[in-house]
Structure formats: structure tokens, C-alpha cells
């Protein structure tokens, strides 16, 4: 072969490398855009979910889909927050890619990737793991969080892993306030009853259920409660009794709100017989007995509390010209009474934690709705 002809060829083979070599360079550069700003998960049925862990180096959460509402596993089933839940699943559900890379060991401490159980490494390496799963036990998602990415003093995402890919993904959102521990997840509203239809409240000392230590009631239906027989000072004109007290006892349950929740065990051991006793009274025949423990628990700003529900059909009052009716019927009674019996079974076998400001509302001392006034001296 001439030696001219070989470098034609030469030329024309350099020629197509480096159109070669352009050509994928241009395509992985297509590629790689086109990642940015898709979607992370693209057909992650939510409605199929009915059971999330959320495993972190603190604590494990699992929480279950049940008739008829989501429990948390780890607080005996009881009520999830739904908002909260729903809340995480739409923020996973949306998540777009910013950029990946490869997910090196060097990367995979660095941001925070490892796994959260692996107890044998530092826990600032360790990830959280959050994993959706369907009613046949099929994973549908299994993310795990790393560090968030600081931007200019702001989140400017946060890197994750996928359990199928070998790949660090940055992506658009943040987690950073995402709650690790089962108490977090639990409905924190225990119930709520309308102080408006509170008819009266009645507080008993420990072992005396016949005598209250004091009420307060509403005169009418549509009047603000009053303290009935308010202890009497040496000076009545500057005893006054102090009405923001008086209401904020009778909102305590508006709504009730409990940090945590123990097992029938710890009411076992916490004889709620020895504390006071807070009867709320409703006009519809509804009563709520509230049992506040007198002492906080080793943290110090925390309280026991249980809490139970009877119903006894109240008499209808009748106006003076109007045909009497009947004080009670079947059909009157019977379905608040079921209501009442039902709520009843949920909520009275437990023992509740609640914190300082919700223990302060159920007063013990009859002074404290006394508000001392003293006269200004005169210049």
C-alpha cells in the first residue's frame, strides 16, 4: 500500500473517531439532562399503599392501614396522624432529580447513606429508610434519606438511594424535620368535645365521688360558666372570680391533647383511684371523667391521665306553651348512647401522657379561680 493512501485512510479513520466519540458525548449529555427535573418515581401508586416503616439509627415506626383508620404499630395500633402521613407520602411521591452520580463508599459515608440499623457504624454515616409496601406485603418504594444539601443558609435538597440502583441521587425537597420516633406519628387530639356544650364540671378529691371539691356551670345554656360557692376572702370586693381560669378548665377537652400513650400495664400500676377527678357534664347526657396524675413523671414535664365516657339520657326541658312530649324516647337515646359506649371501649383502657400546659388546665386548688384584685393607692 502506497504510503499516500495509508494516510488518506489514516485521516478518514481519525476523522470518524472523533465524530464517534462527539456523537456520545452529545447523547450522554441528552441523557444526563434529561434526568434533571424528572420525575423520581413515575409509577408509584399511592392509594396501593397501606403500610410504611420508617427506620432510623433511633427507632423503628411502622404504621399500618386498618378499618378504619392508619394505627401506629408501636403504640398498641392506636390512631396514626393522617395529615402527617399523607403529608410524607405526596412529598416522596413528587420528588424530582436534580442530579446522580455514582454512589462510591466514600460517598456513601460521607453523605450519611449507610444503613440505619448497621449499629456498627457511627451514626452520623447512617441514612433513614423509609419503605412502602401494599397489602401483599410488595415493596412499592424504598428510599433512603441522607444529608441535606445547604444552599446560601437554605435546604437546597437532599441526597438519597434507591434499595434497586448503586447511585447517589440529589434531589428537590427536604426532610429534615421528618419525625423518627413512634410517639411523633400518633393522632395527638384524643378527643374533642365543644366547650359550648359543656352544661357543667365538677371536680372530686381522691376516694370521695359523692361530694365534688367544687363546679363550675353554666347558669344557661348560652351563658359563660360560673364557680358555684367561690370561697369567700376577707375582702369579697377584691376576690373576684377569675373568668380566663374558669373557661380554660372547662376547654381542657377542646381538644384534649396527649404526647404519648402506655399500655393497660401502666394503668394498672397508676391507681387512678388516688387522684382527682374532673366530670364534665354535657347537655346531651354525655359525661367525661378525667383522672390527672399529681406528680410529673421522671422527665418532669409530663403527667399521666386516663379518661373514660358514660351516657344517661337527659330529660328535654319543655316550654311552658308547648304540648308536652315525652322526656325520653328509644330513638333519642340510643345513638349517642352506642357512640358514647364505643368511644368508651377505644380510649379508657389506656394510660395517656400528657404535657405541663394540658395537665395545668384540670385545677385542683378552688383558689385558682380567684383573681386577687389590689385597690391602687391613691397619690
Known amino acids: 500500500m502506497r504510503s499516500k493512501t495509508f494516510l488518506i485512510l489514516l ?18 449529555s441528552h441523557e ?73 463508599a466514600e460517598a456513601i459515608d460521607r453523605l450519611g447513606l449507610q444503613d440505619p440499623k448497621d449499629k456498627s457504624l457511627p451514626e452520623k454515616v447512617r441514612g433513614i429508610k423509609i419503605i412502602f409496601k401494599n397489602s401483599q406485603n410488595k415493596i412499592l418504594a424504598d428510599i433512603l434519606l441522607g444529608k441535606i444539601r445547604e444552599s446560601s443558609g437554605s435546604s437546597g435538597g437532599q441526597y438519597i438511594r434507591l434499595a434497586d440502583q448503586n447511585q447517589v441521587i440529589l434531589v428537590d425537597n427536604s426532610f429534615r424535620f421528618i419525625n423518627k420516633k413512634p410517639e411523633e406519628w400518633l393522632q395527638k387530639e384524643l378527643v374533642t368535645v365543644n366547650a359550648a356544650q359543656i352544661e357543667k364540671m365538677e371536680c372530686f378529691e381522691p376516694g ?35 373568668q380566663n381560669k374558669i373557661d380554660q378548665t372547662f376547654e381542657a377537652l377542646d381538644p384534649l391533647r396527649i404526647d404519648d400513650i402506655k399500655g393497660p400495664a401502666d394503668k394498672e400500676k397508676t391507681d387512678f383511684s388516688e387522684h382527682y377527678s374532673f366530670v364534665y357534664s354535657l347537655y346531651n347526657g354525655i359525661k367525661y371523667t378525667v383522672y390527672s396524675s399529681d406528680k410529673p413523671l421522671a422527665d418532669k414535664d409530663k403527667y399521666y391521665l386516663n379518661i373514660s365516657l358514660s351516657f344517661t339520657a337527659p330529660t328535654l326541658k319543655q316550654d311552658k306553651n308547648e304540648t308536652k312530649q315525652p322526656l325520653k324516647t328509644e330513638k333519642f337515646q340510643e345513638e349517642p348512647a352506642q357512640k358514647t359506649k364505643k368511644l368508651n371501649n377505644q380510649i379508657s383502657p389506656w394510660t395517656y401522657v400528657i404535657s405541663t400546659w394540658q395537665h395545668e388546665s384540670f385545677v385542683k386548688d378552688i ?9 391602687t393607692l391613691s397619690k
Open 367 to 375: 383558689k385558682k379561680f380567684i383573681k386577687i384584685e389590689s385597690k
Open 208 to 242: 370521695n365521688n359523692s361530694q365534688p371539691l367544687y363546679t363550675l356551670i353554666r347558669p344557661e345554656q348560652d351563658k359563660d360558666p360560673v364557680l358555684l360557692n367561690p370561697p369567700k376572702g376577707k375582702k369579697p370586693d377584691q376576690n373576684k372570680p377569675d
Open 32 to 104: 444526563t439532562k434529561s434526568f434533571l427535573g424528572a420525575q423520581l418515581f413515575t409509577d408509584l401508586e399511592i392509594n396501593e399503599i397501606t403500610r410504611i416503616i420508617i427506620l432510623s439509627p433511633q427507632a423503628e415506626v411502622n404504621l399500618k392501614k386498618s378499618d378504619p383508620f392508619w394505627a401506629v404499630a408501636e403504640r398498641f395500633n392506636q390512631p396514626a396522624d393522617f395529615d402527617q402521613l399523607i403529608d410524607l407520602v405526596k412529598q416522596i411521591a413528587d420528588l424530582k432529580v436534580g442530579r446522580r452520580f455514582e454512589a462510591s
Open 11 to 28: 485521516v478518514i479513520c481519525v476523522i470518524l473517531a472523533g465524530l464517534s466519540f462527539f456523537s456520545f458525548r452529545q447523547k450522554k
